[in-house]
């Protein structure tokens, strides 16, 4: 198996030029596409996630790594189908109606699409049943809500009765974080998970997928 440890490295660096250097370097020496994703940037991202959760790294240091990330994966894509990309699930994600924070929820999806997971953002404000229509579209594994507002934190419980009044609630994950929201509210309004920040939200989707 490749040594995909500078790369790695590269990534918790933040080191976009590097990481673009040293997959094109994989690359050419016959590294599958897919194995450089899952053994090296979604590894590097993990790394930099768990920095993150015990406060070693901060939010530039995250965003640093995940642009090491996408411009590594601008390298890869020509050498993938869409189908060929290695996924861990889908993510559908969003903060809730009345809500215009989105600094930290941006923050969360880009952690999940760096460590793999295929994200498809809904926006800030987003109402209830624009949820649920996006379960329809996407097919998601897990839908992701934020709040920052305690007035806005209801919407979260009406987001998962209106999943349960289209039958939909069975078929995903539910997890929600915010500032203001925390495991036992989680636990109140019926969530399947609750994460604090962006790298425990990455351990949380890969955990209630199994992988
Ligand atoms: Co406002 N705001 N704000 N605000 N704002 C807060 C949240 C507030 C705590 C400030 C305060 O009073 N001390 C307060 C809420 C009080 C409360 O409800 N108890 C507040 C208020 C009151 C308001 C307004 C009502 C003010 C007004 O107009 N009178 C208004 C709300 C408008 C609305 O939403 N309808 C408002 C507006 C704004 C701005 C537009 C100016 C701006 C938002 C810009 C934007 O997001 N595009 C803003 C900001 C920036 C803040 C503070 C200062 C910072 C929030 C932030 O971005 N943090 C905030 C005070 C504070 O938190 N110190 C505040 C950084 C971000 C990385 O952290 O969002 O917590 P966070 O995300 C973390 C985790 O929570 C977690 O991971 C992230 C990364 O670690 N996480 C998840 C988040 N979502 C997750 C989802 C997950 C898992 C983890 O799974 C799906």
């Known amino acids: 198996m490749p040594d995909y440890s500078n790369l790695i490295q590269s990534i918790v660096e933040g080191n976009y030029a590097k990481c673009?250097?040293?997959t094109n370097e994989a690359l050419d020496e016959g590294a599958s596409p897919q194995?450089?994703?899952s053994s090296g940037l979604q590894a590097g991202m993990l790394i930099v996630g768990d920095r993150f959760s015990t406060g070693e790294f901060f939010v530039p240091d995250m965003l640093m790594a995940a642009r090491a990330v996408t411009r590594a994966m601008e390298a890869i894509r020509p050498h993938l189908s869409d189908s060929e990309i290695p996924t861990l699930g889908r993510v559908v994600i969003g903060t809730v109606l009345g809500d215009i924070h989105d600094i930290?929820?941006?923050l969360v999806a880009m952690f999940l699409r760096g460590a793999g997971?295929?994200?498809?953002?809904?926006?800030?404000m987003v109402p209830n049943d624009r949820f649920v229509t996006a379960v329809k579209e996407h097919d998601p594994d897990i839908v992701g809500m934020s709040a920052l507002l305690t007035t806005t934190m209801?919407?979260?419980q009406h987001v998962i009765a209106a999943l349960d009044s289209a039958a939909l609630r069975s078929q995903v994950k539910v997890i929600v974080g915010g500032?203001?929201?925390t495991q036992r509210f989680a636990d109140q309004i019926?969530?399947?998970?609750?994460?604090p920040d962006g790298g425990a939200a990455i351990?949380?989707?890969?955990?209630l997928l199994g992988k």
């Open 20 to 22: 673009v250097e040293l």
């Open 35 to 37: 194995d450089i994703v």
């Open 104 to 106: 930290g929820k941006n």
């Open 117 to 124: 997971f295929e994200v498809f953002d809904l926006g800030a």
């Open 154 to 156: 209801p919407s979260m």
């Open 179 to 181: 500032a203001p929201v």
């Open 190 to 195: 019926g969530a399947d998970g609750y994460a």
């Open 203 to 207: 351990k949380l989707c890969q955990k």
